[in-house]
């Protein structure tokens, strides 16, 4: 607990952040994200798709402070999708809401939205909502619900920490939700604290999702929990069309490449841009084991 509190510590300070950007390579960073521009990112996806594996790319991102800020995001959304459209990659698109501006004005962040997830349709694609901090859930939510009115090429994500998960997960009946444990520092009067609740919870909603006939993109590293939804799916005679698997760019590739080798959809998250700080601290608080790619990278030179 301390280790990860001590990431998440250092994902939200700015200091640190300023500093750290020009060590990147040598923290370990270049092992996690695909690159900061997209080309460098579609190079990837393309690598990736040719062992098997399916994508999602996330340019990365986030707290903007003003509506240019938000505006220049959402561009640089839709021109990932474009460019997805012209490579013809197997991917689609993740984004944080608060990088489009729901902190500034929240109509802002909604007309940006409206304007990537037309775009994704228009090229029969599809757009992910990453889950952020509780602070922002509710509207994260309510933005979402109001895209899905006009469009079903959109979803998002659904944390197994918080309490409240499962209920969301019913009123979130037929839409694709990803489902995580979870990666921000919460208050317990909102999250478990103990992994066996959370892990038990994670179980528990990715069963209720599937049984509401939900998609479900189940995205752990947890092989206990991989191996629990496997044999659920069949026990149940859930479609493998139903549902897939996502993992992090990065880690744990064996593992990825022998689920898609085993007929699963295994989906990649990979993430890209200059702004990856944020990101990289809150993977190496999730698991111990993560750090050792900062000290690999510390100690390699």
């Known amino acids: 607990m301390i280790t990860r509190n001590f990431f998440l510590y250092l994902s939200n300070n700015k ?27 579609m190079e990837v996806v393309g690598q990736l798709n040719e062992k098997g594996l399916v994508c999602t790319v996330d340019h990365l991102g986030e707290f903007v402070y003003n509506q240019g800020e938000a505006i220049e995001a959402a561009n640089q959304c839709i021109r990932t999708l474009e460019a ?16 489009l501006g729901l902190d500034i004005d929240k109509k802002i962040c909604l007309d940006n939205m409206i304007r990537i997830v037309r775009t994704a349709k228009k090229y029969n694609n599809f757009v992910r909502i990453d889950m952020e901090d509780y602070e922002h859930l509710n509207d ?38 990803r489902l995580i444990k979870g990666a921000y ?7 478990f604290r103990k992994q066996e609740d959370i892990d038990q919870n994670f179980i528990n909603i990715i069963k209720t999702h599937l049984m509401n006939g939900s998609y479900g993109a189940i995205a752990t590293h947890d092989h206990k929990i991989i191996d629990q939804v496997k044999a659920f799916t ?21 593992l990825q490449q022998q689920i898609a080798n085993e007929g699963y959809k295994m989906r990649i998250y990979v993430p890209f841009g200059e702004d990856w700080y944020g990101y990289f601290m809150r993977r190496l608080a999730e698991r111990p084991q993560n750090v050792r790619f900062a000290l690999r990278g510390l100690y390699s030179k």
Request: glycine share 6%; charged share 30%; proline share 3%.
């Open 15 to 41: 200091l640190l952040k300023k500093k750290a950007m020009k060590w990147g390579p040598k923290l370990g960073a270049s092992q996690v994200i695909a690159g900061v521009s997209i080309p460098e990112a």
């Open 84 to 99: 997805i459209e012209n490579t013809k990659v197997h991917c689609n698109l993740s984004l944080k809401l608060t990088s």
């Open 140 to 177: 994260t939510l309510e933005i979402l619900l109001e895209l899905r009115e006009s469009f079903d090429n959109v979803g998002t994500a659904i944390q197994a920490y918080l309490f409240r998960s499962e209920e969301d997960i019913h009123k979130l009946r037929g839409t694709n939700i």
């Open 185 to 191: 520092k919460e208050s317990p009067e909102v999250a």
């Open 234 to 254: 069949k026990e149940q005679g859930i479609s493998k069309d139903q549902f897939e698997f996502q993992m992090l760019y990065g880690f744990r590739t064996e």
